[in-house]
């Protein structure tokens, strides 16, 4: 699987990006697709999930420092997952990068942690200035 994320770039602080990672792979509509990012000087951390339930339906959690001003969403057809960012502040200034598990039955991964994923992008630089 390889993962292509892009759309970061400079945004004034209380504007919107979106971003998109595509992916390769046959099976995408079953891959738990995340973002993370990781700002100079700290460790990756989670932003948010998007994992496959079955039957079309999917489940999406978030960072508790990103709920209400971003969106995870998916398109399958196009086999791409997006990061809607909006109210941005400084602080979600980072590098971006998204990642891919493909479908396991194991119920009992924890989404929010690096290391449930198999595959990462290369990474898109988000700054927002004050």
């Known amino acids: 699987v390889q993962l292509q994320a892009s759309g970061g770039g400079l945004v004034q602080a209380g504007g919107s990006l979106r971003l998109s990672c595509a992916a390769s792979?046959?099976?995408?509509?079953?891959?738990?697709m995340g973002w993370f990012r990781q700002a100079p000087g700290k460790e990756r951390e989670f932003v948010a999930v998007i994992k496959w339930r079955g039957v079309g339906t999917y489940y999406a959690d978030y960072a508790d420092s990103v709920k209400g001003r971003f969106t995870i969403s998916r398109d399958n057809a196009k086999n791409t997952v997006y990061l809607q960012m909006n109210s941005l502040k400084p602080e979600d200034t980072a590098v971006y990068y998204c990642a891919a598990k493909p479908f396991t039955t194991y119920s009992g991964t924890d989404y929010s942690r690096s290391q449930a994923y198999d595959y990462w992008g290369q990474g898109t630089q988000v700054t927002v200035s004050s």
């Open positions: 792979g046959r099976t995408f509509s079953t891959y738990t």
